[in-house]
T-cell receptor, first 113, second 113 residues
Framework: SQTIHQWPATLVQPVGSPLSLECTVEGTSNPNLYWYRQAAGRGLQLLFYSVGIGQISSEVPQNLSASRPQDRQFILSSKKLLLSDSGFYLC????????????FGSGTRLTVV | SQKIEQNSEALNIQEGKTATLTCNYTNYSPAYLQWYRQDPGRGPVFLLLIRENEKEKRKERLKVTFDTTLKQSLFHITASQPADSATYLCAPYSGGGADGLTFGKGTHLIIQP
């Protein structure tokens, strides 16, 4: 069966520090991968999606970037964090075809101080 | 612009009754619509998908309807239980690619024992 791993679970980082969040998927190949952010009291905001290695589409211009160095690995990064980057970051994958729902990871709670 | 509206206020329902949640959308022509459940501090969990040519779909105590004329989906939980308390998100999708889902902000459902 397919599983998705996301770490770390919580992170407290100072303003201006770098960020690297990792997401890996097991039990599937060539998945569509997504990064979402959920700020306090707000809905899910799509940040990036990827259909394959090295292919990244950005939905929102911001201080963040994403990379997909391997088929089942998706990384979210920042060179310098802002206070506004605080939030709950979620990785998700979807199999091919429209019938599939998204499978989300357990999320990373990021607090920028 | 595309807009998804869900009840922003919490919905309180007595245990055993049927809970009905509403999802309205504008400027969308979704090929299908998905519903998810999200518990505090966790990622959303996929519940049901309904296609535009399906009027109704059921899964155990869950029922979803989809009215493309009204641009509305209703999500019903029958014989509700306190364990059903969570935030429920809807996500209409127009299809056509791997681009990510846009979610409503969700309705917080509270089942009172």
């Amino acid at each position: 069966s397919q599983t998705i791993h996301q770490w770390p679970a919580t992170l407290v980082q100072p303003v201006g520090s770098p960020l690297s969040l990792e997401c890996t998927v097991e039990g599937t190949s060539n998945p569509n991968l997504y990064w979402y952010r959920q700020a306090a009291g707000r809905g899910l905001q799509l940040l990036f999606y990827s259909v394959g290695i090295g292919q990244i589409s950005s939905e929102v211009p911001q201080n963040l970037s994403a990379s997909r160095p391997q088929d089942r690995q998706f990384i979210l990064s920042s060179k310098k964090l802002l206070l506004s980057d605080s939030g709950f970051y979620l990785c998700a994958w979807r199999g091919w075809g429209y019938d599939y729902g998204y499978t989300f990871g357990s999320g990373t709670r990021l607090t920028v101080v | 612009s595309q807009k998804i509206e869900q009840n922003s206020e919490a919905l309180n329902i007595q245990e055993g009754k049927t809970a009905t949640l509403t999802c309205n959308y504008t400027n969308y022509s979704p090929a299908y619509l998905q519903w998810y459940r999200q518990d505090p501090g966790r990622g959303p969990v996929f519940l049901l998908l309904i296609r535009e040519n399906e009027k109704e779909k059921r899964k155990e105590r869950l029922k979803v309807t989809f009215d493309t004329t009204l641009k509305q989906s209703l999500f019903h939980i029958t014989a509700s239980q306190p364990a059903d308390s969570a935030t429920y998100l809807c996500a209409p999708y127009s299809g056509g690619g791997a681009d990510g889902l846009t979610f409503g902000k969700g309705t917080h459902l509270i089942i009172q024992p």
